[in-house]
């Protein structure tokens, strides 16, 4: 699977948008980008999933660059509760079986109240 | 409630006294996985499982077996445990289906004397 590049950390104002980015400049055609966040003390959680199209559910936003090298996950609103490391994961969905996640180092995530 | 269970939380045990760590999920997915989480070092697959009867080895098996007899669970058994298998250990479940999302549990803190 291709490699990602996300920044070792940022911070947010409580209740402002977040914007954070993920870089994967040898991203195959078949890679799909998910994106998933672990809270302090406990295991990773999906956040949100996308081939080529913008994707949106009732966590987050995902924006993916034209030529799919690099993507956003957008929290429209960060609360207290969204502090956590976020990794954005590339794996080639359509190799069957291949459910493996590649964790990086991902972003931590700082909220300021 | 969609879940995957671990037990137990946290394990303190000596070098070389064999123990096993539970998994169960109410999903009825295929696939399941064993994860471990070092500082530095990320989460890293240790097992993962395809469906019943069906276990391969992942990046960094060494030292652990797993068995796969009922869908539901997947338990992760150190037969002689070792300092340096002193880590916090993940299990994971999901469909095998494109952008299958991963349900993990709590987590499983480890230590071994």
């Known amino acids: 699977d291709a490699k990602t590049t996300q920044p070792n950390s940022m911070e947010s104002n409580e209740e402002e948008p977040v914007h954070l980015p993920c870089n994967h400049s040898?991203?195959?055609?078949?890679?799909?980008i998910h994106w998933y966040r672990q809270l302090p003390s406990q295991g990773p959680e999906y956040v949100i999933h996308?081939?080529?199209s913008n994707v949106n559910n009732r966590m987050a936003s995902l924006a993916i660059a034209e030529d799919r090298k690099s993507s956003t996950l957008i929290l429209h609103r960060a609360t207290l509760r969204d502090a956590a490391v976020y990794y954005c994961?590339?794996?080639?969905?359509?190799?069957?079986?291949?459910?493996?996640?590649?964790f990086g180092t991902g972003t931590r995530l700082t909220i300021i109240p | 409630e969609a879940q995957v269970t671990q037990n137990p939380r946290y394990l303190i045990t000596v070098t070389g006294k064999k123990l096993t760590v539970t998994c169960s999920q109410n999903?009825?997915?295929?696939?399941m996985s064993w994860y471990r989480q070092d500082p530095g070092l990320g989460l890293r697959q240790i097992y993962y499982?395809?469906?019943?009867?069906?276990?391969d080895k992942g990046d960094v098996p060494e030292g652990y077996k797993v068995s796969r007899k009922e869908k539901r669970n997947f338990p992760l058994i150190l037969e002689s445990p070792s300092p340096n298998q002193t880590s916090l250990y993940f299990c994971?479940?999901?469909?095998?289906?494109?952008?299958?999302?991963?349900?993990f549990g709590q987590g499983t803190r480890l230590t071994v004397v």
């Open positions: 994971a479940s999901s469909l095998i289906w494109p952008g299958s999302e991963a349900f």
């Open positions: 040898t991203i195959s055609g078949t890679d799909y």
């Open positions: 996308g081939l080529t």
């Open positions: 994961i590339l794996r080639d969905d359509l190799i069957f079986g291949n459910e493996k996640l590649t």
């Open positions: 999903m009825n997915h295929e696939y």
């Open positions: 499982s395809m469906n019943v009867e069906v276990t």
